[in-house]
């Protein structure tokens, strides 16, 4: 098993209806669409999961940003406010949806589109636990850096076709730091490829196996702590969050990119926005802490607990994301960038240095 | 290379102009060309409404001046009014109004990081701000009935003496404010990136500033010691004990750190006024004071005559308000009306320095430098 | 870095609650907070002590009074979306009839309804023996 494709089948096989299924359409000779419908099902279950990973992403945002603030939070809908996305979704279909008179409209109503599809493209090669993985790729890390550097066309899409001077500096703001970060990003993640040997993200965790001395597990995080800081800082600017978030900064450019933006399309971007945290923030611990890896209970199967493993890090992960939007200021762009460009990608260079040294030199 | 210039509207609705200032920016890209500013979205005519009013009907407009700290413009107007009359107030209400405006400093500090500190991003800061104002909004609602427009302070004394249980709960409140203030600094004070906003952003030298007429923190950030509470002190000020803050930075981070200095110092002055405030009456009888009316057991003090009609003659009166200097010019041709009332509001002044401090700076130094300008648009435009 | 540190410190303790920072917040229409006696809200106008002689009216700043005939005879009305809660006519009312309540609840659909006449305002007190 090394994909869900084949998990899904293994476990047909195991209730021993798979043969019957298959049986069904052999006689036409149409086994290809039994695949295609096994891949579709995979896909609407990553959707689905996206989707409400994202609605209990915004209650969480609330809930934290409430904890720190000596707040409630959201508290009627639902018990303890957690059906308040479920909210906030209708109340924006609800909303009329606007088109600035200057607008160019294909380009403004094809952008929040172009937003959201990237950021479900990050999952496919995420590895959510032993096998749960869409599609185990051979570049997967690769694909992943390629993936996220979409997202800043679709943002100066936006911000241009808006014809709005706050969209147009949001968005070049967003693209001038999405540009810097994704060196140092892809930089970090490369000295563990170093120790790996694949950009393959099974790959990397399964190298991340195991313990030193029965206690510290051989995460990455321990041999590049540099690379893992570098990584992390690059990550949170990748995600657009405080003390990053230059693409919206409200109180300088009222919201950024998408200003002019109203109802279901400024949902998408919303959901973009979220689903991009949690597949950063997975990203991250597949790198650096370990992935899904964690001590094996005995008579649970590995790929539920491998699951909560991966799961449990990941919103560690996006709780300290959160915990640190309400406790910094913003930067400033200027600042964000020379930091970028003239500490990061230099400490990045030297990190790769010295990693590649002593691993030549065989000492780690 | 060949750049053209970018007109960017900033206000009036806009998130971080703090009501409904418009800057009219010329930028070059990021970088601020020229910065104009159009006042006036918000100008309700309260000095003309002065001379339409009779003296005590317009105390109640004064409290909209400066919505977030109320209490001084009070003070000021009241004590206009009485250096125009020549009323005597009676010690305990000078150590009630201090307490009152001491606590008012506090309340607009807070409000000010908060905002200043929201203005940056951190939303943090103005949540925690809001939490212990509203320690200080239930005080005064305990005092006077309203949380933000008072209207307490009357010509020769307050409206009601202390209720009950105001100085325990009073001293319970600056308890808590310590470990408050100390949780801010420790959240803000010396986090690196709330200093590479603040440092060296919006500088202004004590000339410049002297030349443009700032008071309050905003002027003792540049290092002139200027405070009117020690300079020429009013009520009971000279019988206490503090000192005025000032930094000789001139930056944002310099404002920003004489505020929380001088919620410190507030909270010393308000200790010492708790502890010496002397048992008495709280309004003055002495000179227009006219017996209270018979047989009805009254509430509040009805001192104050409703027909009151001080003698002719002008007055100019300040007072170190949270935000700087406030000063009230009073006309009086001895009828029951003001004959002219001219307000010089420490917000309107101190706005005037902005579009010179943040020439050639960004549009997020624009942001952290009128943040820490810390201005009210009902006091600026009156 | 200390320094976004140190901040983090005392924002987790609050996420943890640790030393005296509690919730702070009231689910507003399900809870409410404890006003202050001397609230100023809503007038509120003795029905026997009122004489209707219109000093609250003279001496409002804004206006807002108006005394009107209610049965036999006249007490004010007020236009709670003029007044601003001063607490003047409190404060002249020569036979303190006059008082403020602590409902402030009181935003409505039209104009009109905000103006409220004695027969809203209107209270009797209660007669000690």
Redesign the interface.
């Known amino acids: 098993m090394t994909n869900a494709y084949e998990l899904i089948i293994n476990i047909l096989t195991a209730l021993g209806v798979y043969d019957m299924i298959l049986d069904m359409f052999k006689p036409s000779g149409t086994e290809f669409v039994l695949k295609l419908i096994i891949v579709v099902i995979e896909l609407a279950v990553l959707f689905a999961f996206v989707l409400v990973t994202v609605m209990f992403l915004t209650w969480m945002e609330r809930k934290v940003v409430a904890m720190v603030q000596s707040r409630y939070g959201p508290m009627v809908t639902g018990p303890r406010g957690l059906l308040q996305p479920v909210m906030d979704g209708v109340k924006l279909i609800g909303k009329e949806d606007i088109v600035p008179a200057k607008a160019d409209k294909f380009v403004f109503n094809l952008a929040p589109y172009l937003a959201f599809v990237p950021a479900l493209l990050v999952f496919i090669p995420l590895p959510f636990g032993e096998s749960l993985i869409i599609s185990d790729l051979r570049v997967g890390l690769l694909y992943i850096i390629a993936i996220s550097a979409l997202t800043p066309i679709s943002i100066l899409l936006a911000g241009w076709a808006s014809n709005n001077k706050y969209t147009l500096m949001g968005a070049m703001r967003a693209v001038a730091q999405d540009i810097s970060y994704t060196i140092p990003l892809a930089l970090a993640a490369i000295t563990v490829v170093m120790f790996t040997g694949s950009l393959s993200t099974v790959d990397i965790v399964s190298a991340q196996s195991g313990t030193w001395f029965g206690i510290i597990p051989k995460w990455f995080i321990f041999i590049q702590p540099l690379g893992f800081l570098l990584f992390l800082i690059a990550s949170i600017a990748e995600m657009g969050r405080i003390p990053f978030d230059f693409q919206e900064s409200e109180s300088e450019l009222v919201a950024g990119f998408f200003t002019e933006y109203s109802g279901m399309k400024f949902a998408m971007y919303f959901l973009a926005e979220y689903a991009h945290l949690f597949a950063v923030s997975g990203i991250l611990v597949t790198i650096f802490l370990g992935g899904w890896n964690g001590p094996v209970l005995p008579g649970i199967p590995v790929v539920i607990t491998s699951l909560v493993y991966f799961l449990l890090k990941t919103y560690a992960v996006v709780f300290f994301a959160m915990w640190l939007r309400d406790t910094v200021p913003r930067m400033r762009i200027d600042q964000l960038l020379n930091i970028g460009w003239k500490i990061m990608i230099p400490l990045a260079l030297l990190n790769l240095l010295v990693t590649g040294f002593l691993i030549t030199a065989g000492v780690i | 290379m060949q750049t053209d210039e970018l007109l960017i509207n900033m206000g009036p609705v806009h998130p971080s102009t703090h009501g409904v200032l418009r800057f009219k920016l010329r930028m070059d890209g990021e970088i601020i060309k020229d910065c104009q500013l159009v006042l006036g979205y918000l100008h309700r005519g309260t000095e003309k409404l002065g001379e339409m009013k009779t003296y005590q009907q317009v105390l109640p407009y004064t409290d909209r001046l400066d919505y977030i700290s109320a209490f001084p413009n009070n003070y000021c107007y009241v004590k206009a009014i009485e250096e125009l009359a020549g009323i005597e107030v009676p010690l305990r209400a000078e150590y009630i109004r201090v307490l009152v405006m001491e606590l008012n400093r506090i309340v607009n500090h807070i409000v000010s990081i908060g905002s200043l500190l929201m203005d940056l991003g951190a939303a943090t800061m103005i949540m925690w701000g809001f939490r212990e104002r509203e320690k200080a909004l239930q005080l005064f609602e305990m005092l006077c009935g309203a949380r933000m427009t008072f209207n307490y302070i009357k010509p020769g004394g307050v409206r009601e003496d202390l209720p009950e249980g105001f100085i325990p709960k009073l001293n319970e409140f600056l308890e808590e404010m310590e470990m408050r203030i100390k949780d801010y600094e420790q959240l803000i004070n010396s986090n690196e990136i709330f200093l590479m906003r603040m440092n060296g952003i919006g500088v202004i030298s004590a000339k410049d500033a002297i030349n443009h007429g700032l008071t309050g923190p905003t002027l003792r950030g540049s290092g002139v010691n200027h405070d009117l509470r020690k300079l020429e002190p009013y009520s009971i000020y000279h019988d206490l004990d503090f000192k005025a803050c000032s930094r000789p930075e001139g930056d944002s981070y310099a404002r920003y750190m004489v505020r929380i200095d001088e919620m410190w110092e507030s909270l010393h002055i308000l200790r010492q006024v708790v502890d010496t405030m002397p048992e008495a009456k709280v309004i003055s009888t002495s000179k227009y004071g006219v017996a209270p009316m018979t047989g009805v057991p009254s509430t509040v003090s009805t001192y104050f005559p409703r027909i009151f009609t001080p003698p002719a003659g002008e007055v100019y009166t300040r007072i170190e308000a949270p935000k700087g200097e406030l000063g009230f010019y009073i006309a009086s041709d001895g009828s029951t009306k003001p004959y002219r009332v001219k307000i010089r509001s420490p917000s309107f002044c101190n706005l005037t320095a902005l579009s010179g401090m943040v020439k050639g700076l960004k549009i997020p130094d624009l942001i952290a430098a009128f943040g820490t300008m810390d201005i009210v648009l009902g006091d600026v435009d009156r | ?4 540190i ?7 303790k ?2 943890l609650q640790i030393g ?6 009231v ?1 507003y229409p399900y809870e409410r ?1 404890k ?6 809200g809503l007038h509120a106008v003795d029905e026997d ?1 009122c004489i209707g002689c219109g ?1 609250c009216d003279t ?1 409002c ?1 804004n206006s807002s009074i108006k005394i009107v005939k209610h049965g036999t005879r006249w007490y004010p009305e007020v236009n709670i979306g003029m007044c ?5 006519c ?3 009312c ?3 009839a006059m ?2 309540t602590g409902n402030y609840e009181l935003a409505d659909y039209t104009r009109e309804s905000l103006v409220y006449g004695p027969d809203k305002l209107l209270f009797k007190r209660e007669v000690k023996q």
């Open positions: 870095m200390p320094g976004i140190k901040g983090l410190i005392v924002t987790l609050h996420v005296d920072r509690p919730t702070v917040t689910q907070m006003l202050a006696p001397r609230f100023r002590a000093i001496n700043p601003m809660f001063c607490g003047y409190v404060d002249v020569p036979m303190n008082k403020m």
